[in-house]
């Protein structure tokens, strides 16, 4: 009945492959706010902040998609609907 080892990493990976993705959400955030600021301060007006932002999770979800990194360290970029429709879309709707 219990999960055999060669199911499930060790705890210590587990914890190392959550470090690592919520290392790399941090990091695509403040790079995307300092891009808009670029952005918005050399007066470069082609590229939306939120088209900014898109690119760069484009770039690195095609990096992360291509790398032969674990799939522990992967799982922390899959993409939750339950998360998404109760979290991020209600604001996107209601921006006045």
Request: net charge negative; hydrophobic share 50%.
């Given at each position: 009945?219990?999960?055999?080892p060669?199911?499930?990493?060790?705890?210590?990976k587990?914890q190392?492959?959550?470090g690592?993705?919520?290392?790399?959400?941090?990091?695509?955030l403040?790079?995307?706010f300092?891009?808009?600021?670029?952005?918005?301060?050399?007066?470069?007006?082609y590229?939306?902040?939120a088209?900014?932002?898109?690119?760069?999770?484009?770039?690195v979800g095609g990096?992360?998609?291509?790398?032969?990194?674990?799939?522990?360290?992967r799982a922390w970029f899959?993409?939750?609907e339950?998360?998404?429709?109760?979290?991020?879309l209600p604001?996107?709707?209601?921006?006045?």
């Amino acid at each position: 009945m219990g999960i055999s080892p060669e199911e499930s990493g060790s705890p210590e990976k587990e914890q190392q492959a959550a470090g690592v993705g919520i290392l790399l959400q941090i990091m695509m955030l403040v790079l995307s706010f300092v891009l808009g600021h670029v952005l918005r301060r050399h007066k470069f007006y082609y590229l939306p902040e939120a088209g900014a932002s898109l690119l760069i999770g484009l770039i690195v979800g095609g990096l992360a998609n291509i790398s032969n990194t674990e799939t522990s360290i992967r799982a922390w970029f899959n993409f939750h609907e339950e998360f998404f429709f109760l979290f991020l879309l209600p604001p996107i709707i209601l921006y006045p």
